[in-house]
């Protein structure tokens, strides 16, 4: 994967994210910046993590799955990115306020995603330091920008870049069989 790739994953796993902050910043009362930040910094976090954790499940497999590794970062990509168009159309409300644990619950939730690109990692050639550092700054950021956006946009914006992200996602995952199944075939 280059760095593009890594990039174009990190702003993709952060779609949830940012939807999910989109859709509290329009109903949290009091300081956007404080929620911002505790958005950003929860789901930085968790994003940045579960790669690290995907990654150890899925060096542990790679000696089994080599020769199909190109099919499973497919079907994991595809799959992630079906599942968050898919929860964009559930539309999901939130409260007014949001609890520490809710927060982690939210980030959890936001970040499985990460952890299923994570067992990916096993199978490429990918610093996983700089990534997992890319994918969490990314996730902070979006987090941060969509609880501020939220205010002002509303719960709107949220479901429509959840669905560009899971987009992104399917067509990273054809990208990645693309250059390692259907080019070599005609080469």
């Not at 205010?151 to 669905?163: D, I, N």
Request: glycine letters at 12%; a neutral charge.
């Amino acid at each position: 994967m280059t760095n593009l790739d890594i990039l174009l994953l990190a702003i993709s796993l952060a779609m949830d994210a940012f939807a999910v902050s989109v859709a509290n910043g329009a109903v949290l009362k009091g300081s956007h910046l404080y929620h911002g930040l505790r958005f950003g910094t929860a789901f930085g976090i968790f994003q940045a993590f579960m790669p690290l954790l995907g990654y150890a499940l899925g060096i542990t497999l790679s000696g089994f799955i080599a020769n199909i590794d190109h099919f499973i970062a497919f079907g994991l990509l595809t799959f992630i990115g079906i599942n968050t168009i898919r929860e964009a159309r559930k539309g999901e409300e939130v409260g007014d306020t949001v609890t520490l644990g809710k927060l982690i619950i939210f980030a959890i939730a936001t970040s499985i995603d990460a952890l299923a690109v994570g067992v990916t990692f096993a199978f490429f050639n990918v610093n996983l330091a700089f990534a997992c550092t890319v994918i969490g700054v990314v996730a902070f950021i979006f987090s941060f920008a969509g609880i501020i956006l939220g205010k002002r946009l509303g719960s709107f914006a949220g479901k429509y870049s959840a669905y560009l992200g899971g987009t992104v996602l399917i067509l990273l995952g054809i990208k990645i069989l693309a250059e390692h199944w259907i080019i070599p075939m005609f080469m």
